[in-house]
């Protein structure tokens, strides 16, 4: 992981962290490291598997909305 990578990553787990977001994973036993890092995995994986731009922004839309469902 590149040093963008990383504080991309960073960034995300602040913001979980930040909207309460997090509170719910750790009783899981993740992190909000863990979890913006499962984000950032699924976008990859979404963007090597989508045709579009469309279809890559609709997949990240589905992953957001599953980590952040309350």
């Known amino acids: 992981m590149n040093r963008l990578e990383h504080d991309l990553v ?3 787990a602040a913001l979980l962290t930040q909207s309460g977001r997090a509170n719910a994973w750790e009783a899981a036993g993740l992190s909000a490291t863990d979890v913006a890092q499962h984000l950032f995995d699924a976008s990859a994986g979404a963007k090597y598997e989508s045709a ?12 957001v909305r599953v980590v952040t469902r309350p």
């Open 10 to 12: 960073t960034d995300v």
């Open 52 to 63: 579009s731009l469309d279809e890559y922004r609709r997949r990240l839309r589905v992953s």
